[in-house]
Protein backbone atom coordinates (compact mmCIF):
# COMPACT_ATOMS: atom_id res chain seq x y z
CA UNK A 1 0.00 0.00 0.00
CA UNK A 2 1.54 3.40 -0.87
CA UNK A 3 2.47 5.61 1.89
CA UNK A 4 0.24 8.71 1.93
CA UNK A 5 2.83 12.22 2.59
CA UNK A 6 1.78 14.53 5.45
CA UNK A 7 0.33 18.17 4.25
CA UNK A 8 0.61 21.27 5.59
CA UNK A 9 -2.64 21.40 7.05
CA UNK A 10 -2.14 17.87 9.15
CA UNK A 11 1.46 19.83 9.98
CA UNK A 12 -0.16 22.09 11.52
CA UNK A 13 -2.71 20.80 13.14
CA UNK A 14 -0.32 18.64 14.63
CA UNK A 15 2.03 21.32 15.59
CA UNK A 16 -0.71 23.05 17.08
CA UNK A 17 -0.56 21.31 20.25
CA UNK A 18 2.92 21.79 20.84
CA UNK A 19 3.79 24.92 22.73
CA UNK A 20 4.74 27.88 20.01
CA UNK A 21 8.01 28.58 21.58
CA UNK A 22 9.69 24.75 21.72
CA UNK A 23 12.12 24.65 19.43
CA UNK A 24 11.35 22.74 16.28
CA UNK A 25 14.74 20.04 14.88
CA UNK A 26 14.36 16.91 12.43
CA UNK A 27 14.79 13.34 13.33
CA UNK A 28 16.94 11.96 10.47
CA UNK A 29 18.58 8.32 9.20
CA UNK A 30 16.50 5.34 11.07
CA UNK A 31 20.03 3.46 10.61
CA UNK A 32 21.36 6.16 13.10
CA UNK A 33 18.68 8.05 14.45
CA UNK A 34 20.48 12.16 14.75
CA UNK A 35 18.92 15.57 15.26
CA UNK A 36 19.40 17.95 13.29
CA UNK A 37 18.49 21.77 14.14
CA UNK A 38 15.40 23.18 11.63
CA UNK A 39 16.03 26.39 9.68
CA UNK A 40 13.89 27.18 7.02
CA UNK A 41 10.70 25.93 5.15
CA UNK A 42 10.75 26.06 1.58
CA UNK A 43 7.26 25.85 -0.47
CA UNK A 44 8.35 24.58 -4.13
CA UNK A 45 7.65 22.57 -7.17
CA UNK A 46 8.33 18.96 -7.40
CA UNK A 47 9.64 17.02 -10.76
CA UNK A 48 6.17 16.56 -11.40
CA UNK A 49 4.71 20.08 -11.18
CA UNK A 50 3.35 19.22 -7.94
CA UNK A 51 3.41 22.18 -5.09
CA UNK A 52 5.51 20.18 -2.41
CA UNK A 53 7.12 22.34 1.01
CA UNK A 54 10.49 21.33 2.10
CA UNK A 55 11.55 21.61 5.59
CA UNK A 56 15.64 22.10 5.83
CA UNK A 57 18.00 22.01 8.00
CA UNK A 58 20.56 24.38 8.64
CA UNK A 59 23.86 24.70 6.62
CA UNK A 60 26.11 25.69 9.75
CA UNK A 61 28.55 22.87 11.20
CA UNK A 62 26.29 22.79 14.43
CA UNK A 63 23.01 21.95 12.58
CA UNK A 64 23.45 18.18 13.51
CA UNK A 65 22.63 18.19 17.45
CA UNK A 66 23.78 14.60 17.94
CA UNK A 67 22.32 11.29 18.25
CA UNK A 68 18.63 11.21 18.61
CA UNK A 69 17.21 10.60 22.49
CA UNK A 70 16.59 5.99 22.48
CA UNK A 71 12.68 7.35 23.39
CA UNK A 72 12.40 9.28 20.09
CA UNK A 73 13.81 6.43 17.85
CA UNK A 74 11.55 3.93 19.85
CA UNK A 75 8.66 6.09 19.06
CA UNK A 76 9.15 6.44 15.40
CA UNK A 77 9.60 2.40 15.33
CA UNK A 78 13.44 2.76 14.35
CA UNK A 79 14.58 1.17 16.82
CA UNK A 80 13.21 -1.90 19.27
CA UNK A 81 12.27 -0.67 23.16
CA UNK A 82 15.13 -3.07 24.13
CA UNK A 83 18.34 -1.48 25.49
CA UNK A 84 21.82 -3.58 25.26
CA UNK A 85 22.71 -5.63 28.68
CA UNK A 86 25.20 -4.07 30.90
CA UNK A 87 28.21 -4.91 30.04
CA UNK A 88 30.33 -7.52 33.07
CA UNK A 89 33.44 -6.78 34.23
CA UNK A 90 37.17 -7.51 32.08
CA UNK A 91 38.82 -10.47 33.36
CA UNK A 92 42.07 -8.86 35.01
CA UNK A 93 45.79 -10.75 34.12
CA UNK A 94 45.78 -12.26 37.50
CA UNK A 95 42.74 -14.75 36.24
CA UNK A 96 40.55 -12.91 39.28
Same mark, same amino acid.
Given at each position: MPRSEMTVGELIDQLSACDPSTPVQ?????FVPMAHRLEQVVPATDASGRAVVYLAEGRDADTQ????? %???? +????? #?? %? +? #?? %? %??RPRRTAGGK
Open positions: LAMNPLGHLP %PEVA +VLLAW #QG %P +V #QA %P %PR
